[in-house]
Each structure stands twice: as structure tokens, then as C-alpha cells.
């Protein structure tokens, strides 16, 4: 966890008391169940609820924890400090550490979804908003770098926006994926417990019994969430590119906002730099890296080993903070970015009137010319407005070949922007009134 | 591709001839959306079915490469070889390269990903097949390796199949996912085709049109695609781990079946290896390797660069086929896995009796002794089996202050198998007749 | 490997016919070695150099496998049929199939490293050629994608240089490591046979003999040759983004050599686009991803399994073949470059001045104004620049607070040009005269 | 970081009190040259060192870096604080701040490889220490999990030794590698300071200048780096997994030491897991996910782009505060490893002199049989061992057509394991006294 790319609400998700809490939740929840069996009195279920409003003193954990090399049972003894050694001694009865822990994880995962889901909502509006802005600046558009032809800055937010809403989806998948905890002991077998207190409990902590498990709940479960974290930051990596070629100087169409205060460069005043669409490229490849050891960590040796606990401490912080700042400062960026249309129609022309080509091509190829010859014409004319600088129509309108295929008029008529955003409408329509999925 | 890795059904999706047919089909539906639309005439669209029965000349298509160094321009350039350049002339209008090859990828890796969830079914069918075979054969469940309490090796096929089914649900969302085609144009607006030929032809092909695209289809799809595949292929790398773990030597709990003509070594005739599971193991990490490319292809620059295209003519066919070599010889591994009961017996109880300290432990408890003195109990006595070969039961009943607490008929009792298997069919239940996952 | 993507010399190394060349070659000189100690007769290890001109029969190998199911036994077997059973008998005598197939795979991997090697001489000829021609091209430097200060052509062209000296050093390095061969037997102890076979047959090989084997020379090695070509890719990319930035419609700087029969789109007469770049950001994933595989390999069970050698027949080839491709690609790429010097001046005046803001804010400092204040004047001349494109240098000299630092001479001197290529030099000599590493 | 897997050695270079050390220190080292050359005056330089036992605030920094969105202002404008506004105003002159960051970085990575060549070698001590130990003490080896041939454990360790003596090669090369820094400007010119100020302050911090940097140091060096730790943490995997095998429940041929208060389970007291091995497995994974994204941050846009940033501020302290736990926790291991010998000698006998199969074969092929026969004969009386726990030696001294080629004597011989172990000494020689590599 970077602090300065960290926002609180997903950080104590992570912290030790939140991981406490639930471990607390988890255990009390499950001596309700065991006392609704009768497996152990009903006033020791209810002596752990005594300790409902305790803040836990990890540092009280860690020290019995450093003594008994053991977290849980370090859990569990701090815990009988506070109600009691007689009245906790049916606290985790049946239970095997696991169960405690790896629903526990699930809960945590299943929160930080629920933020990053929440993010992904504040995103798509401020995409959506800026779509609907823009839907009509036209600007040109490139493929390989070089300049193809028309569009408009709405459809490139509205196809972040469709982006960003497969990634929603993705991750309400990934996070019912996650939605499971598991009751099961020391394999899986519920040899000392009854499934009861695995549905029990996981009710009462939103999620859904593992059908089976081992000792553990299955970790292709979460190869998958991580898997999902990867794709959705690697859609964020794709906006910021994308901002991050508009902001170049010679291109130029639109700007992360700059604050009055900041400055771009210690040496170079006159700088803008897009610096946080450029972190996001960064942060979008930490968020990334989570998704192959989350895979190395689903084959675990029979019932489990423990492989798997060492990768989840660093990437299950790392990677839901990470994105979840990631998404917030994306966020950031598309509501505030400075967009320049004017700089849009001067970079359109800077080849003055060559994104028609393709137009042209298609007229002569429709006025009977072959495909072969419509090439060669349009390239012909293409060429010298490329090399000498020239005015593609006016080259064409004094190529004999052209105009013995198209009248002036025909040739005239290419040159209209609105032939290239007449659909755009329809592509919106696709995107933000049916599902975009 | 690793020849000796792939079957033929998923290799030839691959092909060039595929590849060809479906451009070529894409083409001529296309040409048929046009004539409908009043674009080109009927004539045309009809002459391009001309082709229908035609295999295409691979070698001929990659000399016309050769010079126009323009895959599509070499097919159309073809493809007008065999139905005469004024027919042809028509076809392809309005397109760009890009909508073919886009959609024809995506057509591709829809039918890849049929034969891997008819893969996944044969797999699925043997593991429940191995698991409802040995529900009840007892095996010992170990946790980092060591004995942890019995479980049932059909509980273990039971696991992968919900595994696997999971990894099922995944692939049917990553086909439909995939399951997109493009025919927009230059930058994805429609200037110069209507939207009606991509939904046409979308149609035909057994797509969806993508709701909105720049010269190509998204690329967080097939990060998604790819990702799903590395998920599934992990999984395989799970169950093959845990075979390879029941054919040690020490112990043979299991082992791949072994051909009569199957020679184990060169060196050491009596040597049986896991050999196919190994291979499975590595043959994961090669699905694997596909995942971090495809998501690096998701920030394209602008409307498109062509980065991603090279790394897809690697990683589609090699993961999908590779993928579709793994299940295959997984489901005939599980299939014909020979399952050695005695050696599970038997290993269970190389430490007599230590595997039920847990119950010993919980008997305690609920008999009064305090967690840390049951604990102490159960340890002491535990140690004698482990480091004298001592057996449990006996030591359990030889020590006053266990027998201070328990009965010897309630520590006999704990000694009995049924107990931990007494879960297996609720287990079942929930894997086999409700929704696992 | 991707046919079009590859390159014969280095394909040739990974064929059927190579292998079996080297299995042979390592056979024959194992049984002189045996011969010499006096295990087999020297009539029989002559025997052995009977096929010394044979081309073995690939498809006969490949039917023996289908039978004996394992690849070593099937070349012995079609080996004897060669030379005569009888005189075959005593050939791998004392050996295990794995000091054939290691000691080949490494005898493969160095003879690629060497054709690599060669490949980044190339390269690197080409790139200090470019060097030299641009030494004095002057460009603006770009940080964050925003114009920063006046750099060289040269310099961008030396950088690569150094870059590419670096991996150069690497790959010896990686060769290095891998040119090890072992002919240790089942378990790595030479029980069967005496360690001077393996010195003999390393030394024949050109390799050394691998201080310490199991029954598979350690993956360590293989892991590292791989991260090796990874860093080289990553560097090839590198190189690939900057010139697919100079080609870009706005910057146009440079651009890939362009044929006379190429066309660059199918749909856009007009457009070149720097497809081969591109195309090396993809290959570079594709190299890349290697890197991991290969260090899941290392970690092997107990003196071997055989998960390794699925992923090595995956990526030796494919790793090799993609790198020597595109080492190439990329030396023709430099090669034939074609550099605009005049629109680098004209990117490079587009903001009028502004990049000469560093040193105007360096001699107010000197002049004795204070950082902060001298960052506040240069700040809001700047911006009149950026913002309503004003000429720098004028704004400075009716700057009244500036003039009052700085006569009209001294803000005059400080847009000279020469300024900033004072050191280029100095440069070039530590990269090309001295080592660059 | 997590931390529970850091030491505070390691931690210590990654604390912001280290940076700002290593900040300051090469601004007053610039200051110094600077002076020298006469570019700022020297009583400016000799101020700054009046900060010199000044611990830099790091708080206070923040609440500037909060305001300017700058940390090298912040930090600069914090030392004013210090030295006094006037003093420090020369500070940083001509420098831009990645002349800091980037020299930082590396200093602190040269000093992270320290601590790690250090844990390197405790590793490497006990390695040597255990090898040497166990050199005679014979063990099964096995291929596939499958028993093979007899080996040593010292065998085992001194390949393991071999395995980490080339890490510590690697390490030591990229250690060089990384050791360099930049002071050369904005885009790398040396336009606003002379090479001198950089050659003093790298000599001054430990460093070699980089022959040529842009506005950065090529991310090259630093992909290489990780690289190299990868690898070495993918040996430790290696190391870890091969103990994982052997305290198996089954295989039990060594334990991880088991301290007195250690608690291996809440629920099963009797179990020892070999919890730090599996543990060291997933910090493999751990530092292993640093080496992609660092190969991603080599195609920086330009003279740089800030994209490594975060991803360094990420994976620098996070892999080599791992990577420096996992040496240490294996040194641990490995020195306190206990090891059984008499499980050894059990689990070789498992099966009754199967083992020595190799050995039969070779003889009886010595002895005129040929080689096909030789294997029939031997597979024939191996099965009798595998399937009916037959003894291997008695069966073949009762096959008479066994008896036929090979005395009783022979045989007899056959069963020696001094045969397996004749060249343990040329191992270790090769090993410990010449040069492992």
C-alpha cells in the first residue's frame, strides 16, 4: 500500500481492527449457531456479545501472537481477556482457523467491491456527462497515430463510458465470485460442525455458503477477482493514454485540469504536464501485477497450504486500494478535463482536407471507376498534400482523371463534415439507452 | 502452436483456410446488406456467392501480400481472381480492413470457445462420474501437506467439478463477452456504411454488434477472454498438483493409467511418472502466459494501433489451443485415474490414530477442561505417536488425566471413520443437484 | 512461433532434424568418451559415426514414440536401425534421457543467443550510424510528452545505442550462464557413468560441463536467459514508442521507409503508418511474456519433474524466433529511417521561445533574483506564449521587472541554440569511445 | 510492504527520512561542485551544509508538497527553512528534479543489494554448513515424485548452494548495473550544468555517472534489477518447495525447526506444518509480480514520462524488503532444518531394492544381453516389487533367465550403495573449491 495512493475508506477495510471486527463477528455469529444447536450453552453465545463495542488492542494480538506464533489463537486469548476464559472457552469450537480467516478475507474483498463499484458508478457519470458535452466537437480520428477521419470527442467518452461498463459488470460478477465464506473445519467436512453455522453465519456476514470446500475456500475464486482488478485497470490505463496523447504539445486538444498553485516542472514554469493520467499508466500496471501470483495460488496442495496467505496480505490491499484510487483520480480527470475544440479543427486541417480520401475513393469506385484506378487517383492527390502541402479538394477539382469520374459539386459535397457524425446519434443511442454490455 | 500439444477441430479454427472462409463470408454478407440498402447492386452481391464452394489459395493470397504488403487487400485482390474484377468491384465498400479482421477474430474465439466448453463438459462428466465412484472411499485430508482428519476422495473429485464448473460459468461470460463484431468504418463512425451491414452481418455470423467501436473492437474483451482461459487453466493446474501428489512414490494413493506398449523410463524400468499431469502443470503456465500480453493490448492509441495484432496472432491460437489439448487430457487422466483405497487406508494410519486429535480435543472441551489444559492434553499425548510410533488411542486411554474427563467408551467413540463422513452427502447435494457455484 | 514473424536461420535451430542432430552428436561423442575409459568397445563407439551424414527420418521417430510413448527411446530405437542393432547396444549407455535433451536444449539456446547476438550487432551498427549523421540534429526534448528543452537526433540515436549495448552485455551474460551441458545420469550422482563423459561431450559441444546436476541441469539458469531476452524486448520497445511518436500526424518527425508498392490502408490512400513499430510493441509483449513461465520452471520437485519442458518447448522457440525477428525488424527500421530535421525545428518553435524558460529563470537567479520570484516572472511570460501564442523572447524584453535583471543583450544570449549542444560531445564520447555500460 | 515481512534494515532505506537524507546529500554535493567551478559562490554551498545533522521533517515537508504538488520544491523550500532563504537559493541550480529522484532511487537500490549480497551470503553459509554436514547421508532421489536412484542430502544442499552462489553472481551484476547516477538537466543535455557536477556527486554517493541519460536514467537497469530478484526469488521457491516435499506427513525425511511455545493448529495439536517454507513459497510470488511491470516501465514517452513512478514507488521497497525477509527466513530454515536421516533409509527401502533397477539393467546389457531384453527382463521382476511388495534382489536372483547373464555375485554387487555415491566428492569439489558458476 503507497500512502499517497491510498484513499481512507478502502484503506481500513484492510487495517487490523476492521479484520479483527470481523473475525469477532464471525465467531460471535457462530457460537449463536451452535448455541441455537445446542452445542454449547446459549449464555456463552451470549457472553461474546458482551464484547460487541471493544475496539480489539492489536498491539496486544501481535504480542501473544509473537509468543504463540499463531494469530487466531492469539485472537482468541486476547478475546477471552475481555469476557472472560470460562465464558469464551466455546468460542471456535469445531472451527479451524480457516474458517475464521478465509471468510473473513471474503467479507473484506466483498467490501472493497462494493467501493470500487461505487467508483466505477462516480466514473461513468462524469463520462457519461462529458459524452453527452462533447457529443457533436469533432475532432479527427487516428488510427496508428496518423490522422483517418472525422469523429467527435463524444464518441471517444462514450466508448470509455461502454468500457468502464463492461468493466461494471465484470466486477458485480467478480464480486459474486468472492460473495462466499466457508464453515467447514479443519478439511472441509464439517466432521465438528454442523453446515448449519456455515449458513448461519454467512448470512449474517452477506455472503453465500461455499458449496464445498477444503480447509480453505478455492482460490480460483479469487484468480478470478484479481483477474477482473487487471482488466478494469487496464481499461484505466487505456483512458489515460488516450488524455495523455491529447495533452502532447503538438497535439493539444485538451488538458488535466491545472490548479492555481501547482507547478509543472522545478525548472520549466511554462509546463503542463499530464501527470496524473501518466500516474494512472503506472498504477494501472500495480494493479496488474496482482493477477498472475493470484493465479500461481489456486493450486494448493490438497486441502490447502498456506502459499496462498503470504500473496493475499500484499495484493489484496495493494491491488483494491490501488484501483480504487485509481478510479477516484480518473474520475477527477475526465469531470475536470479541459477540452480545446478549437485545437481539434486546427489539428484536423493540418493536412489540409486528406481525411476525405477515403470518401473520394468510394465516389469514384461508385462512378464506375475500378478500385484499383480510385486508388491510385486518390493517392496521386493525397500525395501532394502531404509532401507540398496542398489543398486536397483543390488538387482533385484540377485532376482531369478525377473530374471526368465526379462534377465539382460531387467533389464539393465530400468535404461535408456532417456525412462522418451523422450516426452518431445511433452509436449514443446503442451505448447510453440500451445495455452496452 | 506446439504440434505435439493441439488437437485438429481447434487447430483448424486457426487455419488460414478458416480464416479465409470467414472474411470471405463476412464479405459477401456484408455485399448483401449493401444491395438490400439500395448501395450496390443485387448483381454484385449475388456474383460474390459465386465463391461459395471456393477454397481459397493460401499460398496465391501470401504472393499478392508479398507486394501490396496488405493482408486484406491480397484476399479481396484474390477473391476478385475467381469472381472477376467488375463483379468484385463492390465488395469490401465502405469497410475497412479492421471490420473483417476484428470480427473474424471474434468469430474465431466464439468458436474456440464452444469446443472448450464441450472440453469442459467431457471433464465435468468424468469428475462426477470419479466423485459419485468414491464418495465414501476415506482418505486422509491433509493441510500443508500434513495429515489434518479424513475426507472421502470423492469429495475431492466433487471439489474439482465445482471448480471446473465454475470455470465453466466464466467461459460461457467470456464467450459471450467476445461474442462482438465491428463493421463501423475507418474510426468506428459509419460515415461511409450504415449500421444496418454490421448488424446484418453480426447476425449471420452469430454475433453481436458491438455497441460502439473506434477502427476495432475493444480490446478489454479479449483481455477479459484471455484472462477467464489463464483462470481455467489454473484450475487444471490444481487438479493436476494434487494427482501428481497422490502418484508419490511414498504415497500412491493414485496414479495415471499406464499403457501396456508406455515405457516410464529409459533408465529405471519399474518407474511409473505423472507424467501427463506434469505436462499439464507447464501446460498451464503456457495458458497463463497469454494473460499480461492481452490486457497490455487493451490501451491501444487513439482509434487503434496495431500492437495487439501480433500478439494475438500468438496468444489466440496458442492459448485456446493449448487450453483445448489440457482438457482434453485432463478429463482422460481423471477418467482413467486408478484410485488405490488400501494405500489410502494405510497412509491414514501411519501415525495409529493421530488424525483424531481434533475430536479428542473438542471431547475434552466439552467436557469441562479448559481449552489451553485440553490442548496440553491432546499434545502430550499426540507427541508419543508421532516420535514413538505410539498409538493414540491408547495413550489417550493410558493417561489419567484424559480418562479423568472422558470414558474409555467416549474416547473409543471418537476413533469412528462415520463421523467425518457424515457431511458427504449434504455435500454432494450441494455440489451435484443445486447450482455450484 | 508465427511463420510471419520469424526468420529461417533461427527457425532452423528449433527444427525436428536440428534436435536430432545434436541428440545425435551428443550420443556419439558419450560413447568415444565411454569408449576411451574402456565401458564399451571402441568398435562400437565407432559404429555410431557410421550415420554421421544421415538425415533422420522425422516421421519415423515420431511413429516409434506413438508406440514407446517416449521421445528418447523412439531415436535410439530408429538410431539402431541405422547402424545395426547390435553395433547400437551400447549407445546412452550409463546415461538418462535428460543429459540428451538438456544438454541439447542448452547447446539450442546458445546457438540462438549467438544469431541474437549478432542480430544487436547489427542494430547496434545501425543505430550509431543514425547516431552520427543526426550528432548535431536538433530536436526538442519532450518530457511528460510536453516540449522541455533542445536536445539532438543524435543523441535519441546514442541513447538507443547505450541501451542497446546494455542487453548486449546481458545476452553474453545469459549465453554464458546457459552454456552448460550435464551428463549426470538418473539423479545427478554419474553413478552409471563417469563424470569425464560429461567434460568430454561439453567440451565437443562447446559447452561446460554443469558443476551440480539432478537428473535436469537447474532452471535458475533457463530463468534467467529468459528475463534476459524480456529486458531486450523491453528495450526493442522502447525504441519502437519513440519512433511511433515521431511518425505521429502532428509531430512527423521521422518516418518508417515506406515502399513504392505499400499501402497503407485499405481505405485511406494517404496514410503511412508505422505499422512495423507497432508491430514491435507487439512482439515485445510476445518475448515478454517468457519471462514469467520460465521462473515458475525453476522450482522443480526433487531432482526433476517434467512440468518444465512443455513450457520450454513453448518458449525457447517462440522466445528466440520473436526476438531475432524483431532485433532485425528494428535494425531495418533505423536503417532506413527517414528523419525530417525541418519539421523538428518547426515542432520545436511552435510555442515561440518557451523552451528556453529554464535558462531565463537560471539567469534571473544569477542576477540575483529570488528562485521564487524569478519562477513567478518567467511563470506569467510563459503563459502569455501558451496561451495567446505570443513570441517568448519579446514578452521578456517589455517585461519591466525582468529588464530590470537582465539587459536586452543578456535575454537575447540566452536563445542561442548552441547553448543546449555544448555537451553532445561529450556525450558521444562516453557512449561510443569509452564503455557504455 | 507488509509487515510482517520486513526488517527494519531493509525498511530503513525506504523510509522518507532515508530519501530526504540521500536528497540533501546530493544537493550539497552539487553545491559543492557547482562552487568549485565557480557557478555559485562558495560560502552558498558551505551553508548548505549546515543542515547536515538536521533531521528533515518529514510532515512538514507534506504540508508543502500539499500545496505545491511538487515533492523536490517542497523539499527544497523546506531546507530554506533551514539554511535560511538566501543561503539557499543556488540550491539545485541547473538541476532538475529527476537529477535527485532518479540518483536517489538507485543509491537506494545499491544499498537494498547490499543488505540482500549480505543475506545472500549468510544463506550461502548455511547451505555450505549443511552440505557438508549431510554429505554421506544417503536419500532416495526421485524423478516425478517417483524414486529413482540413491543421492545425498548433501547433494541436495550443495545444489542448492550452486543454485544461490549464481544468484549472488546475478545479484552482484545487476547491483552494478543500478549503480548510477544523472545530473544532466531536463532532457539530459547538460545544457544548464556542467558533466562535472555529475561525475563529483556519483563519485561522492557511490556511483558511476550514466554515460547518457535523458531527463532520467534509462528504466533498462532497473527491469534487469528486478529481473534478477525474480530469479532469485524463484531459487528460494525452489529451495522451499523441496522441503515442503520432505516433511510431507508421508515423506517425513526433514522438519523445519519447531520451537517450544509453537502452536501448529488451533484444532489438530499434533500437527508440525512446515509453515515458513510454504510461507517463503508465496514471497516468491511476491517478488516475482515486480519484474513485468518493470519491464512495462522501459518505453517511457520520449526524454520521460513519470509512468515508473508509481509503479517504483510500488515494487522497490516491496521486492526487496520481501526478497531480504525470505533470504533471511530461509537462512533460518536451512541452518535449523532437522533432518532424519533413518526416514531417509526407510523410504529408499519402500520399495525393496526397486531402485537399483538402473544398475541391473546396465549390467545385464554388459553382459551380452541386448538392450530390449535387458529392459523386459528387468521390468518384469520390478513389477513384482511395485504390485506384490516382493523383494527386487531375491526376484532377480530367482529368474533364471536373470541368473543366466549375471552371476549371484554380480548381483549381489548391484545392491551396493557406495556405487551411488563414488563421485559425491568430485560434486563437492566442483561445488565448493572452484568456481561454481
Chains 1, 2, 3, 4 share one sequence.
Not at 462512378?367 to 501532394?384: F, H, I, P, T, W
Request: aromatic share 8%; hydrophobic share 45%; glycine share 4%.
Amino acid at each position: 500500500m503507497i500512502p499517497r495512493y491510498s484513499r481512507p475508506e478502502m484503506t481500513a477495510i484492510w487495517s487490523p481492527e476492521t479484520k479483527f471486527r470481523i473475525w469477532y463477528e464471525i465467531e460471535a455469529y457462530a457460537c449463536d449457531a451452535q448455541a441455537e444447536l445446542g452445542v454449547i450453552p446459549k449464555s456463552n453465545a451470549e457472553a461474546v456479545w458482551r464484547a460487541k463495542d471493544v475496539e480489539f488492542d492489536v498491539a496486544r494480538i501481535d504480542e501473544i501472537e509473537a509468543v504463540t506464533k499463531h494469530d487466531v489463537i492469539a485472537f482468541l486469548t486476547h478475546l477471552a481477556e475481555h469476557i472472560g476464559a470460562d465464558e469464551a472457552r466455546f468460542v471456535h469450537q469445531g472451527m479451524t482457523s480457516s474458517d475464521v480467516l478465509d471468510t473473513t478475507l471474503n467479507v473484506q474483498l466483498v467490501r472493497a467491491a462494493d467501493i470500487l463499484l461505487a467508483d466505477m458508478d462516480k466514473l461513468l457519470d462524469a463520462l457519461k456527462r462529458r459524452a453527452i458535452e462533447h457529443k457533436d466537437t469533432v475532432r479527427i480520428g487516428r488510427s496508428h497515430g496518423i490522422h483517418a477521419e472525422p469523429t467527435t470527442m463524444g464518441l471517444t467518452f462514450a466508448r470509455f463510458y461502454a468500457e468502464m461498463a463492461r468493466g461494471k459488470a465484470r466486477l458485480q460478477a467478480a464480486r459474486a465470485e468472492i460473495a462466499t465464506g466457508a464453515i467447514s473445519g479443519a478439511v472441509g467436512t464439517f466432521a465438528n460442525i454442523d453446515p448449519y453455522v456455515e449458513e448461519y453465519v454467512c448470512e449474517k456476514m452477506g455472503l453465500r455458503p461455499e458449496p464445498i470446500s477444503t480447509q480453505v475456500i478455492p482460490r480460483d475464486r479469487h484468480a478470478m477477482f484479481f483477474a477482473t482488478l487487471g482488466v478494469i485497470a487496464s481499461s484505466i490505463e487505456n483512458v489515460a493514454i488516450e488524455i495523455r496523447h491529447m495533452q502532447r504539445t503538438e497535439v493539444l486538444e485538451a488538458e488535466e485540469f491545472f490548479s492555481p498553485g501547482q507547478k509543472g516542472s522545478s525548472a520549466m514554469p511554462h509546463k503542463r504536464n499530464p501527470v496524473l493520467t501518466e500516474n494512472l499508466t503506472g498504477l494501472a500496471r500495480l494493479v496488474r501485477m496482482a493477477v498472475v501470483p493470484a493465479m500461481e495460488n489456486v493450486a494448493l496442495w490438497h486441502e490447502r497450504d498456506i502459499s496462498h496467505s503470504s500473496v493475499e496480505r500484499g495484493i489484496a490491499p495493494d491491488a483494491t486500494i490501488t484501483l480504487d484510487f485509481a478510479l477516484n483520480r480518473l474520475a477527477g480527470v475526465v469531470e475536470k478535463l479541459v477540452i480545446y475544440p478549437d485545437n481539434m479543427l486546427a489539428n484536423m486541417n493540418k493536412f489540409k482536407g486528406l481525411v476525405m480520401s477515403q470518401r473520394v475513393l468510394l465516389a469514384l469506385t461508385q462512378a464506375g471507376v475500378s478500385r484499383e484506378d480510385a486508388y491510385r487517383l486518390v493517392q496521386r492527390n493525397a500525395m501532394k498534400v502531404w509532401e507540398q502541402g496542398k489543398d486536397f479538394k483543390e488538387e482533385l477539382l484540377a485532376d482531369a482523371e478525377v473530374t471526368a469520374a465526379l462534377s465539382p459539386a460531387e467533389i464539393e459535397e465530400k468535404f461535408d463534415l456532417g456525412y462522418h457524425t451523422k450516426h452518431v446519434d445511433t452509436i449514443f443511442r446503442r451505448v447510453f439507452e440500451s445495455n452496452p454490455l
